[in-house]
């Protein structure tokens, strides 16, 4: 029987290994709109996330992550919505997660309305409503609760991550908000 390294417990790799995988193979994610719902059940807020880029740059972002290597889709998803809301965000996960859209990430701009220079990554999009008390964990600067009229605005449009507009965009018209 082979030895199990410390990268397949875990399901991270190291950056360099990463790296590799990314110029090779689509990446999977899970990226979730959190929303807020009033009594009907209608999306009363979206909550947007406020990061901080690489070249210093500020942007509005949903919640975004990996599906590590052995993790069930509902697990990935909780691990994110709690890396980035915290661990009492309180999601409401139907029982049979089912996304409202799948996205393709390519490195090549206009391929499709998404776009990440790292990588090639199929991106699995849910709308998760959340009940708890959400604040912003590790890179999130910010959490904004904006109504959907908010969220269309242009300038909020504007500050989005690549593709997340889009993404956002799609949630509202799946909800049938817009």
């Known amino acids: ?82 890396k980035d809301l915290g661990p009492v965000c309180l999601p409401r996960l139907p029982v049979a997660p089912q996304p409202f859209t799948v996205a393709e990430y390519f490195p090549t701009p206009g391929v499709t309305a998404f776009h990440d220079p790292r990588q090639h990554a199929v991106s699995l999009a849910y709308v998760v409503p959340v009940d708890g008390d959400c604040q912003p964990q590790q890179d999130a600067l910010d959490l904004a609760w904006l109504t959907p009229d908010e969220i269309l605005e242009p300038d909020i449009q504007a500050e989005m991550v690549p593709g997340h507009a889009a993404l956002l965009r799609g949630a509202l018209a799946y909800t049938g908000r817009y």
């Open 1 to 82: 029987m082979s030895e199990v390294s410390q990268d397949d417990v875990s399901g991270w790799l190291p950056p360099d290994r990463l790296e590799w995988v990314r110029r090779k193979l689509p990446i999977v994610y899970v990226e979730a709109v959190p929303v807020r719902v009033d009594g009907a059940g209608n999306v009363a807020q979206i909550g947007l996330l406020l990061r901080a880029d690489r070249a210093g740059g500020l942007s509005r972002a949903l919640v975004s992550g990996r599906v590590l290597y052995h993790e069930r889709i509902r697990d990935a998803l909780l691990r994110n919505l709690e």
